[in-house]
């Protein structure tokens, strides 16, 4: 099997548990979901110039596009895993591997949009984002092995 398809396959079953994960986060602590990927959305819309409608439209748009944008940095940390896959590193080193790479890839683009500053999370925030992206690599890695 191609190393794109094993990091397709292996980012979108890591999506499914980071999103699992931040799901059961919100139903344990009774916390909303984030506004930060509506927020992109809504900064790279601005900076390209497209329209993305008005009101309740508008509004959905971004709440779609938003949870598309997780996927794809999803999917792409776990291809760009790809070539460290094929020397099998250890559960451990895979695992924070592609969690690191999952929580640059989300992280990153939003703080250079200065939508967030990582530098000012709470420890609460921190284990927010980290606990998921843990997930994410876990299941991620598990895939890419079983896909062996």
Do not use: Q
């Amino acid at each position: 099997m191609h190393t794109i398809v094993k990091g397709l396959l292996a980012g979108a079953a890591g999506s499914s548990a980071l999103n699992i994960a931040s799901y059961l986060d919100m139903v344990v602590r009774g916390r909303g979901a984030s506004s930060t990927p509506e927020r992109a959305v809504e900064r790279l819309a601005e900076d390209v110039d497209v329209d993305i409608g008005h009101g309740e439209e508008a509004e959905h748009r971004k709440e779609g596009l938003g949870a598309l944008l997780g996927y794809g940095t999803g999917l792409g940390a776990a291809i760009c895993y790809g070539p460290l896959a094929e020397r099998r590193p250890s559960w451990p080193v895979g695992v924070l591997a592609l969690s690191a790479f999952a929580m640059a890839g989300s992280n990153a683009p939003l703080a250079a949009l200065g939508l967030t500053d990582p530098r000012r999370w709470s420890a609460s925030a921190w284990i927010s984002d980290i606990v998921p992206h843990l997930a994410y690599g876990a299941v991620a890695y598990a895939a890419y092995e079983r896909l062996r």
